[in-house]
């Protein structure tokens, strides 16, 4: 073959298939080959060590702009995202406006500002958002669009924020139904933790298993059935977002022959607020919230046998410490960076997940799952050169002292084993020896 642009050699190279001792050549930031013995001649050669080679993590699930300026929170999470193996981004974006009106911009700020490469979701705020999704497809090829069925009439009064109804994913269904679109929801029946919520809140108690006592498991499985036999009627392909509660498991395809689509977090296999509520407090407060070990247990069964297809983060960049106001704290947490050094550690280190299974639930679904999988999420011939280097047993207590991010995570005061060495990107590495390398190279991708 020509020379390569680059070569990584000695590494253990964990393919869509297998994994083997070997190395992976890369010319014009994509794979040009991979296999064992010797390399081909290539202009730069960097030694693995023997060292676990992954594809990039795809991050299916985050938020940009929400408690920092948009362009700001691009520049941080994606530094973050490649500090800690993650080469795809995809924030569920929000504006009240069309957006035609403000897509061109964030086109414009990721380009100038991402690390890595950004899948743009669109969340359905109103009824413009719906009449205009096949726009949003032609133009800017968007493939999913989010209903925040938190935000269901009364519970929201105290939002600056449209409410949303079943109607509203009805419809909203029925407009991705027209190019198989997919359709993702926050399942979470807010007018019963409207009577849930205050009970447990009276109560004064501080204790982080106490948000979890105030919004029940039953109230994300209820909308399941829901959506379930709705995404059946409307013939459309939709995604229960960020799922929490493992009952959700039967219920996304008790009634209907073709079942949700289910992703869950890296938060819900990993962190327990019965065991970590003294170590993390107010940090782990998110919607929905954090639940038992056993349930996390049913997790990672779930995503070994396939019934759930993702993993993501819910990544919102954010300073919250353990000792705030539970009540009043800002709910949703930061953890790009760590989601990696959580899977190996919790994960693979533990027996619960192969690296085969890793790549499938974290890099090659949710490529499949968003169009992306013809340029990412595998280690294979033709694909973008997006990889990480992994030392699967280099130990660190997380905190912002010991991770390139200065937020508090999850996973603050966790021993985690496993973390990345170097990223790379297109070809280019972008992280390595805890610093960013170059310049923003990212670009938001289209959806075939
Ligand atoms: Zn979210």
């Known amino acids: 073959m020509p020379r390569a642009d680059l070569v990584i050699r000695d590494c253990l190279v964990v393919a869509p298939e297998t994994t083997f001792r070997g190395w992976v050549a890369v010319r014009e930031g994509r794979i040009a080959a991979v296999g064992d013995g010797d390399p081909p001649p290539a202009e730069e050669a960097i030694d693995g060590g023997g060292h676990v080679l992954l594809p990039g993590r795809v991050e299916p699930h985050i938020h940009l702009g929400v408690h920092y300026p948009f362009d700001v929170d691009v520049e941080q999470t994606s530094a973050s995202a490649v500090a ?8 569920h974006n929000r504006a009240k406006v069309s957006y035609l009106e403000v897509y061109p ?7 100038a500002r991402s690390y890595c490469d950004v899948v743009v979701h669109l969340q359905i705020q109103n009824r413009q958002h719906i009449d205009e999704i096949p726009l949003y497809r032609e133009r800017f090829g968007v493939l999913c669009y989010k209903l925040h069925l938190d935000y269901r009439a009364k519970a929201v009064a105290e939002l600056d924020i449209e409410p949303l109804d079943d109607g509203d994913a009805y419809l909203t269904m029925q407009q991705c139904a027209r190019f198989d679109g997919l359709c993702a929801l926050h399942c979470e029946d807010v007018e019963i933790v409207r009577y849930t919520l205050p009970a447990v809140q009276l109560s004064g108690r501080q204790d982080l ?71 993390i407090g107010a940090i782990g407060k998110m919607n929905p919230p954090l639940r038992d070990r056993a349930n996390g247990e049913r997790l990672w069964a779930g995503l070994r046998s396939g019934a759930i297809a993702t993993v993501g983060t819910d990544h919102i960049s954010c300073e919250k410490n353990e000792t705030d106001n539970l009540w009043r704290a800002t709910a949703g947490m930061p953890g790009i960076e760590v989601a990696l050094p959580l899977l190996l550690s919790e994960g693979v280190h533990k027996g619960r997940l192969t690296l085969q299974d890793l790549v ?84 938001i991708l289209r959806s075939y």
Not at 105 to 111: G, I, L, Q, Y
Not at 249 to 265: F, S, Y
Request: glycine share 8%; hydrophobic share 45%.
């Open 84 to 91: 800690g193996g993650t080469t795809v981004m995809m924030p």
């Open 209 to 279: 298993q106490a948000w979890t006592d105030a919004r029940p498991a039953f109230c994300e499985v209820a909308d399941i059935h829901t959506m379930a036999y709705l995404s059946e009627v409307t013939g459309c392909r939709a995604i229960v977002l960020h799922m929490a509660a493992a009952d959700g498991i039967d219920a996304a395809r008790k009634w209907v022959r073709r079942p949700l689509i289910l992703e869950t977090l890296v938060q819900f296999l990993t962190v327990f607020p019965e065991e970590a509520g003294p170590r």
């Open 105 to 111: 911009r964030w086109e414009h700020v990721v380009a």
């Open 360 to 443: 499938r639930v974290a890099c090659l679904n949710p490529a499949r799952l968003y169009h992306i999988d013809d340029r990412k999420g595998s280690i294979a011939v033709g694909k973008d050169a997006d990889l990480v280097l992994v030392d699967m047993y280099e130990e660190r207590v997380v905190s912002p002292g010991t991770t390139f991010s200065k937020w508090k995570t999850p996973a603050h005061g966790m021993a985690v084993r496993g973390w990345p060495k170097l990223t790379i990107k297109g070809g280019r590495v972008v992280f390595r020896n805890g610093e960013i390398v170059g310049p923003p190279t990212g670009r």
